[in-house]
Every structure is written in structure tokens, then in C-alpha cells.
């Protein structure tokens, strides 16, 4: 199914999305005929225009709260010059035609806002010229305006143009290219306020989430979990109690060719409650893995261990003379930081309704990775990709969880166990919980060289965590400077826009996590432990100079050198990140006195990747009681430069949601692994921020015509360092792991 939400992928440059013929003049990027025009008028395949004026916007991203679709949607429809009131959002199942499918890493926008606004361009000069003949007026005196074309004191609405207009037209993509585009002054939407298309949808019942996918005929199914995530094998199934379960039909150790999920029993029933409860019943023998005993401390050990070995990792970063300048040094400082495991907890587990139909398999569930799962599944399966469609729902959550479509694959293989019949397949909280792609533990040790005046004179970065891109997506992995692959989405952070003079930063991947447990990519992946340690360890710094932390930060943020920037994501580079600094630092009150046992912590960060910076900045204003070490925040200060601001609204909510998780992250979630697994598994014993706990939370854009950038993650990353350099102001305790414990915070004021 089509989710299309209503109110009363990447393309590669050669497609770019747009419908391609190619005849003896070369490739052609072609609009509709006049008479598929008679129905619909559909430029692009990126949306549709019909006789009532609608315009359909077909997304490729996943809706899970972030209001993507009404971003997206925006782009169109204020290039083209839609009626706002006439646009629907249509989020589209998988197809080869639309390219990459995935919804992370804040990428979303800043993708799609070329191609939509291009694609919305073409419809709008077409428009414009069959308008104009409509109304037998020269196309230079007609201009699109609100989902009409007008010359003088003549208009006519897009829904008669492609009822009665001669819409066919083609260009080159060199033509597209240079396609004129709106100037920032006379956009109508983008940076505007505008209802949002998918609000109502989400309040009124409408929105049809994966857990809500019916179809007749289908049975319910619960997996009975393995000790181990890798390596475990069914011994033995004794179903004696659970066949006394009124609706339990049967168990069965699912086969995986994939490697995917291996070790899992699938139990059916004819409703959820008595999958569950036979699920509970239901005893099975498995061989363990060789990880059955591993605990977050052996990680941790592994970990440092690997940081100890010189030869061990990538060099992502590796300029020439950083042993040189730590020889010569005046002074150095050395420091490890460490994060815990971190579970993604989204409001709705893991689910997946699959079955085969007319010679296909239909997989019904929410999902941000549709073009990684796709070749899993045809593994899993045993069947061509094409053969497999996975049809699209709203998510009840996301944050990285599913972009790992794991349990999509686990439905499948339900479903093919018996025979292809629907099989609806649902984790219960502690089920999703140890099923989880939890962010893996981190160890980072950060060194400082200075030379005169305090400067730093170069920067030596080794981070250690588990690697989900190796788990999951290798072939994103670029290769260092010494011919090593790394994880990028476990180093980014590391490769910061301070001039330090010589740099080096060492990706290690934790070989026993790997191992252990699927990593994942939760809400700003590595830039979530990186920064912590980055910026913590340059507060560190700037107390060993003597330097006020501010001025520290400013002074290397010079754009000097690969930290100028470039067109056209990262304009202005470092001195655009100084600006929001600075700007954060008026705004938060900085240098300005605090009551006793209260302080104001800085932290900065371009967001998630060098090549699409979002500039943010915090101030955490803490209270800290010296008794117990319990830290009290009381406001968060940020400051974005996302470039264009297409949806104010959605903007902030996204602000908002990812400092308030970076909060949390910082003080009150985090578990640890235990005999193989994690320990908490539910909401009583993992206990993220409450709304008691939450501060007032002032956020501010950056004004800019920049290029759009991300901005789901990037306030994330910078929350956790702020607090814990507040803290340090605040009474002197310097605490290196998160979450912050008071007990750590109270043994660091007496050290």
C-alpha cells in the first residue's frame, strides 16, 4: 500500500530522478503526453498534478514524527507555485524506480531539497507555458502564482491546464541543470508558516502505523529469542505447555540463510495474546553462542585494549608530523572519556505482516532502509529482489532503530515457513529490547599538544565502538590513510573544523561487540560519543592554558586550511561554526556571574558529517547539589545554522526532540551487557528523561539562504559535552563517562 496522508531517494546523477528516454539526441528527461495529461500531469515521477488542481508528492522517506513529508512536500509546492491547500503527501512502497530508499542520518532534507526543487521547477515553466497558450498570452507576461497561471488580469488553475493544456515537453539533464529557481525573497512556503499535511492524520485515527496491518486470513506470531544474538542453535523444542494455550498452533526454529537473525523459534497462534502467552510457555534447548558470558566491562576492556595497540585501526584523519609535534610539545594532555550501551526504546516495537501473493512476497511494516533490506530479504528468501515489495507504513519511532530491517526479514522467514501464509509477527518491549541494534559502548582517548601561549599544536583522537556499518552496510565504509576501512557513522565527530595544527584520528572497530551484538545506528550515531569526548577534552584543555572556553574554541575555529568550506553544503566552513559559537554565547548569558554550585557549559559540533554541516552550539546552565552530586539542568541554550529553513515548525520539533535526547543520553539512560545481553528490558529499570526532569530549552536559527542541511541529529550531540563542562564550573568535578551518575559526579569533587 501507498500511504498517502491528506487534510479538509537518492538519484544518481546520471537519473536524477526524472524519467528518462533516450532516443538519437541522447538521454531526454521527459513530461507527460497531452493525453496521459488528460488524468494527470506528472513531470517527474516525484509527483502528479490532476484536473482538480491536487498535487501529489511521492515520498521516498519514512514518516515517524519528523514531519518529513510536509517538508518535502514544501520544496515542491512553493517552486511550482501549488495551492498548499491542494497538496497530499503519498509515502510510496519500494521500487527499483525510486532509487535509494533511506531515512537517516539527517539526510533526508538535504537530499531531497535539489531534486524535488529542480523536479518542481520543470512542472512549473510547463505549467506556465501551456497556460499562457490557454490564454492566448506571450509565456514572459504569465507567471505561476498559487496553483494558477495569470497574465493581467487573467488566470487559469493548474487543474484546467492539465485538463485541457498541451503539457509535453523535454530537457537534457544539462538543461535541467541550469533550470532558473526562485530566489530566496519570493519563496511563499519554504522559512514560512504553513499547516503541516500530515498533522491531522496522526490525531484523528487515520494514520495507519505497522502494528495496525490486517489482511484476512492472517495468523500471529511471538520469536522465542536465542541466549545470544550470533552463534546460537536450537537443541530442542518442548511445546507440552504451550499447546495448553487456547489459539497456539505450532513452533518452529527458523531457518536463515542470510545470517541475519539466526537461532530464532517462531511461535504461531491465532491472536497476539495467545502468541505471547504461549511464547512464555514454550521451552527450548539451544547451544549457545561464544558470547553467552560477555559483559559491558569485557567491551569496555576490549576496547581499550585496541586503543592501547598502535597498529590497530584506520587512520581516518592523518596529517603529516603529529608524533613530531608531541615530541617538541611544551605541554599535553591525555584523557579517556566512555559512553554505555544505549537502546533506541521507539514507542512502537518492531513489527512486520508478511506473505506471498501472485508470485510476490509483500512485507507490510515501517521501515527507514528499504534498499538494504531488500537484498536481505531476497537472500533470506531465496527469491529475486524484484519479487519482493515492501509496502509502507507510518512508524511509531524510529531513531536509527529501523533503519536495520532485521525483523522485516524474520517476518518473511515466518512467513515462509508455512508456506507463505500472512503471518503477523510482533516483539514485545523486552523482546524488541534484547532484539535491539543498541549503540555500542565507546572508549575514546583524546591527546593535546600546546605550544606557546597554550595553542594547540596538534590533536591525536582514537575512538573504539562497535561498528554497525560493518555489521549491516560495508560498502559505505571508505578506507583511511592507511588503507584500513572505517566506519564513518562511528567516527564522524572526531573530524572536527578546529585548526589544531597536526591532526590524527584512529577509528577502531570493537571486534567482541561486533560479535556480540548487531550495532546500531541510533540518533546521531558516533557524533553522540565523539563530541562528548571532543569537547570535554577541549574545556579540558582550555583550563590547562589558562584560557577562557569560549575564546579557546573561537581562536581554532579560523577556517584556515580543509576548514575553509565549500559549495555548496559547507559554505563558509569553520567561521560559520565560530559565528553560531558566538551567537550562542550572547544568547546564553556567558561570563556573566551564577549562583554557587551552578554553571554554564559550552559544547559545538558541525552536527553529523563534514560534507553537510549543521553548525550547532549549546549552553547547559546546571545546579549540581554537593551533597549527593545530583545535577539538576535548568536550561539548554542552542543555536543552529541549518542553512534554508524549509518547515519552521518541523525545524524546532526536531531541535527540541534531539537536545532533550542528548540530555537524557547524558544523565539517565544507558544500560549494560550482561552474560551476552543487555540488562534492562524495559521502561522500569531503563529510565530516559522524564517531563519532570525537562528545562526550559531555548533554541534559535541562524538566518540563512545557505543550502538546507540536517537537522534531526545534530542538537544531540553537543547536549551531553555542555552539561558535563557545566558541571565541572559548576563544583570542579570533571566526570569522562556517560550517562552521568551522581555517585561519579560526587567521587569526582573529592578527587
Request: aromatic share 8%; with cysteine.
Amino acid at each position: 500500500m501507498s500511504l498517502i496522508l491528506d487534510t479538509p531517494p537518492i538519484a544518481t546523477p546520471s537519473r536524477r530522478g526524472f524519467l528518462i528516454t533516450v532516443g538519437a539526441a541522447g538521454a531526454v528527461f521527459g513530461l507527460t503526453s497531452p493525453a496521459e495529461a488528460a488524468e494527470t500531469f506528472a513531470p517527474t515521477i516525484w509527483y502528479t498534478i490532476d484536473t482538480a488542481g491536487t498535487v501529489t508528492v511521492h515520498i521516498i522517506r519514512a514518516e515517524m514524527g519528523q514531519h518529513v513529508g510536509t517538508a518535502i512536500a514544501r520544496i515542491v509546492a512553493d517552486e511550482l507555485e501549488a495551492d498548499w491547500s491542494k497538496v497530499r503527501i503519498n509515502h510510496v512502497d519500494s521500487d527499483p524506480k525510486w532509487g535509494l530508499m533511506v531515512t537517516g542520518g539527517s539526510w533526508s532534507v538535504w537530499q531531497s531539497y535539489p531534486l524535488y526543487s529542480q523536479a518542481a521547477a520543470a512542472g512549473r515553466i510547463a505549467l506556465v507555458e501551456a497556460g499562457a497558450k490557454l490564454l492566448g498570452a506571450p509565456a514572459v507576461s504569465c507567471t505561476a502564482r498559487n496553483g494558477a497561471v495569470v497574465a493581467g488580469m487573467k488566470s487559469i488553475i493548474y487543474g484546467e491546464i492539465v485538463a485541457r493544456g498541451d503539457l509535453a515537453q523535454a530537457w537534457t539533464a544539462e538543461q535541467l541543470a541550469k533550470l532558473p529557481m526562485k530566489p530566496a525573497a519570493q519563496r511563499r512556503l519554504i522559512g514560512k508558516p504553513a499547516p503541516a499535511r500530515d498533522v491531522p492524520g496522526k490525531t484523528n485515527g487515520q494514520g495507519i502505523y505497522g502494528l495496525d496491518a490486517k489482511v484476512a486470513g492472517m495468523v500471529y506470531a511471538r520469536p522465542k529469542l536465542p541466549p545470544t544474538r550470533y552463534g546460537s542453535s536450537v537443541l530442542a523444542i518442548d511445546e507440552t505447555a504451550a499447546k495448553a494455550v487456547p489459539g497456539y498452533i505450532r513452533a518452529i526454529a527458523l531457518d536463515d540463510p542470510s545470517g541475519t537473525a539466526p537461532g530464532l523459534v517462531m511461535v504461531y497462534a491465532d491472536s497476539f495474546v495467545a502468541a505471547d502467552r504461549a511464547t512464555e510457555a514454550l521451552r527450548v534447548t539451544w547451544k549457545a553462542g561464544d558470547t553467552a558470558k560477555v559483559s559491558e566491562a569485557d567491551l569496555q576492556a576490549r576496547a581499550r585494549a585496541l586503543i592501547a595497540d598502535k597498529t590497530a585501526g584506520s587512520l581516518a584523519v592523518e596529517d603529516p608530523g603529529v608524533d613530531a609535534a608531541f615530541a617538541v610539545a611544551k605541554s599535553t594532555l591525555e584523557a579517556t572519556y566512555t559512553t554505555a550501551t544505549a537502546l533506541h526504546f521507539q514507542m512502537e516495537p518492531v513489527n512486520a505482516l508478511a506473505f506471498e501473493k501472485d508470485g510476490r512476497f509483500e512485507i507490510h511494516t515501517g521501515n527507514q532502509w528499504q534498499s538494504l533490506v531488500l537484498p536481505w530479504l531476497a537472500q533470506a528468501l531465496g527469491r529475486k529482489e524484484e519479487t519482493i515489495v515492501l509496502r509502507t507504513y507510518l512508524l511509531g519511532g524510529g531513531f536509527g532503530r529501523r533503519l536495520n530491517g532485521d525483523y522485516a526479514v524474520v517476518a518473511a522467514l515466518a512467513s515462509k515457513a508455512i508456506g507463505g501464509k500472512p503471518v503477523k509477527v510482533v516483539w514485545t518491549r523486552a523482546d524488541d529490547s534484547r532484539f535491539d541494534s543498541p549503540r555500542s559502548p565507546s572508549v575514546q582517548t583524546v591527546r593535546i599538544a600546546f605550544g606557546d601561549a597554550g595553542r594547540v599544536t596538534a590533536m591525536d583522537h582514537a575512538v573504539c565502538a562497535g561498528w554497525p556499518t560493518q555489521a549491516m552496510a560495508p560498502f559505505f565504509m571508505p578506507k583511511g590513510a592507511n588503507g584500513a576501512p572505517f566506519d564513518p557513522f562511528a567516527t564522524n565527530g572526531a573530524n572536527h573544523w578546529y585548526s589544531v595544527g597536526a591532526q590524527r584520528v584512529r577509528s577502531i572497530g570493537n571486534d567482541l561487540a561486533n560479535r556480540t551484538f548487531r550495532p546500531g545506528w541510533l540518533r546521531s550515531v558516533g557524533p553522540g560519543f565523539t563530541h562528548w569526548a571532543l569537547e570535554c577534552a577541549l574545556a579540558e584543555a582550555a583550563a590547562k592554558a589558562g584560557v577562557d572556553p569560549l575564546a579557546f574554541r573561537l581562536r581554532m575555529l579560523d577556517g584556515a586550511g580543509r576548514n575553509a568550506g565549500s559549495a555548496p553544503n559547507a559554505v563558509g566552513g569553520a567561521k560559520r561554526q565560530a559565528a553560531v559559537l558566538k551567537q550562542l554565547a550572547a544568547k546564553a548569558g556567558w561570563g556573566k556571574p551564577l549562583p554557587k554550585n551552578t554553571g554554564l557549559g559550552l559544547a559545538t559540533s558541525f552536527g553529523q558529517e563534514r560534507d553537510m554541516p549543521t553548525w550547532t552550539a549549546c549552553a547547559a546552565r546546571v545546579r549540581v547539589d554537593p551533597a549527593s552530586g545530583a545535577v539538576k539542568v535548568e536550561k539548554l541554550t542552542l543555536v543552529a545554522d541549518a542553512g534554508t529553513i524549509v518547515s519552521p515548525d518541523g525545524a524546532l520539533a526536531q531541535m527540541q526532540g534531539a537536545a532533550l535526547w542528548g540530555m537524557s543520553l547524558a544523565l539517565f539512560e544507558g544500560t549494560a551487557f550482561e552474560n551476552g545481553e543487555v540488562r534492562d528490558t524495559n521502561l522500569d529499570s531503563y529510565t530516559p528523561l522524564r517531563m519532570g526532569d525537562v528545562p526550559d530549552v531555548d533554541i534559535a536559527f541562524m538566518p540563512s539562504t545557505e543550502a538546507p542541511v540536517g537537522l534531526g541529529e545534530p542538537a544531540t550531540t553537543v547536549v551531553g559535552p555542555a552539561i558535563g563542562n557545566a558541571i565541572f564550573r559548576a563544583v570542579g568535578a570533571r566526570v569522562r563517562d556517560l550517562p552521568i551518575r551522581p555517585e561519579a559526579v560526587k567521587a569526582a569533587m573529592k578527587g
